[in-house]
């Protein structure tokens, strides 16, 4: 019920718009990219949709992951990056609830500190914990702790805005978020109020009475009875103004933290007031962090005295980060204030540390000046390009090489200059510069550098450039085809069709230069799977269903052997039953403390699927018995439960008294589905299965699974 509730409360605030939106500040791309940079979607999703929506001027992207019994929604606010509002459910999330929490109101605390500080990490410092307590009673309802954080403006709670982040009692997961936040809104300044005795004083004269009040009682069907009170009536209609002093009474204000209020007790504020104050680890590794960091106004200086802030531009939003490699970053964002039709906007990127500009952007848009002619060659565009680069980072401009992309047309008003990393003479291409020169007024309006702190090997190759290519070649030969080609030197870009040779990009295009190793993208050497027609499998009884899943993928091998009557081992059928099953290898969190073997990511795929316990995963190389076939198999059709189930199940085989209590279930499925068929009368749960029979086992499992 409290789904379709918030559900509703969401889409009261929305106005559907077309899809071309003119106050959308941020792309869906940007957009997704950035919510995925800050949380965690689900691995499996097979669904992924995204809408545009409005409300008072600010546009927001709503974001959807659908994965095998996971669903994750996630909306950001398209102006400030803020993630807005989270909705998470299904096992993955929620898992299954206990009357005893399997996470810690503690943990669940720093889970949700942790969540917050990436959903908005411009926003985390203006929050602040609140001593309500989370809402886990009734146990047997309840299946979430929820945690309120209220907004400080100047020092001052604002209690209308906040964060309530609700996290899962059984996972310790995230399964709602939403954020509630004033944009727009100017705060009058704290300081001149008049003091906490007087407005007390004002509130009894005005506000305090006798009364009568009949409470609430906790326990259904429990007498309420009438109690002579003092107290406020309408507390929510009543007020002082701070400033003035004067008695207000409205019609009502709004308190986010109220529909957490009503729903938990008011107890053990103290000791939730200590333990919100007391640092943990992570807390204390975070802070010592950032304690010695240039500040807000140190960083601005820095950009200054590279680039100059135009008239009327001011400071609009700050935020302090730590990038994907470790480098704690301030992006600064600064907007031009005007009421007329001149717009723009100013931001950079600048290094906390030592107090370097990592990236610029400026873009001023007045229609009343027209088009300007383009003033400045291509080449006299990129001498100021590398003049200014020259300027601002003058020992690292004698360490790269410029990258012609060719993606401008001669009549680019701007143009953007790609200056490449050389090591040891070799290009490094994920390090260099960028800068971008218009044209018209000889203006860099952006620029930026990566160059990051990398061990880098020698430059002694092991293999010469032509032994290297002809690996290469012999691993991803050639194609040739007509493409349509754009040719961007001329006045606009024209496509023309040609006959091109060209390497497919899902094919590799590394070569290890010393082992000489043909390497994909991953760094995983490229391995080219053949295809070749078993040889040993002809008027074997499972003949059909080996070729079957040769046809699908499921068992290849480049010997051309099968080997149909070796005995099945463990690592061999997880991998065919993950194939057979539709899945991948590699799916879910990664295992700890294995060896580095190709079996791995299978078992890994298995345990996120439940067939296998992290705990307890099987000998690779031991053979799979009929009863280890039978588990495995009840386990991927997400039977394993009943079959768990002891004391019900009857084994439709002589030998069912052999079989443990405990496995019963397993066997009396396995049978009654036609996974494994009887042997003379009997199951023998200890006899091993043969790859053959493995392989007609698989052909009846996927039969069995509707897709």
Partial sequence: MRRVVYLLLGLSLIVLLPAVVAAQTMTAKEAAELVKERITVPADAEDFTSDYSEYDGRGQWEFRWKGKGETLSATLDAASGDIVNLYAYGDAFEGKATLVPKVSEKEALEAAKRFLQKA???RYNSLRFTDQPPRVIPLSHQQDYSFYFERIVNGVPCSFNGAEVRVSQSTGKITNYYLTWDYKSKFPPAGNTISPERGAEIMKDNAFELMYFRPYPEKEGQEREVKLVYGI???RRVMVDAVSGKFVKSSYFYLLRDAMAAEGGMGGMDSMEKR????TPIEEEEIAAVANLLSKEEVQESVFKHFELPEGFKLSSARLYENDRKERVWHLSWNLESDDKVSGYMSAAVNAQNGEVLSYSKHIYDPDEGEKPNKYSVSEAKKIAEDFLRGIQPQKMNQVRYFDSQDYVEGSRSIRFRYTR?????????DGFEAEVDRATGEVTSFSVQWGSFNFP???????LDKAYEKLTEANSLDMAYLRVSQPRSDRAEQEIGLYYFFEDYQPRLVDAMSGKVLMDSGEEYVKEDKVEFTDIAGHPAESDIKLLYSLGVVGDATGKFNPNAPAVNSDFIKMLVLAS???AGEGRELENVPDAWYIPYYQTAVYRGILSADNLPEPGAVVTRMDCARYLI???????????EGIFLVPAEDAADIPVKDAGYAAIALKMGLLSSINGKFEPGSSLTRGEAASVLVRYMQKVER
Avoid: H, Q, R, T
């Avoid at 919100?276 to 640092?279: G, Y």
């Avoid at 050389?422 to 994920?430: I, R």
């Fill in 120 to 122: 908005a990490p411009s």
């Fill in 233 to 235: 009536y309408e507390p």
């Fill in 276 to 279: 919100a104050k007391a640092l």
């Fill in 422 to 430: 050389l090591v040891n003479g070799v290009p490094f291409y994920e």
């Fill in 458 to 464: 020698k430059a002694n190759p092991g293999i010469s």
């Fill in 582 to 584: 539709g899945w991948s």
């Fill in 635 to 645: 386990a991927a059709l997400k039977l394993d439960k009943a079959a768990e189930l």
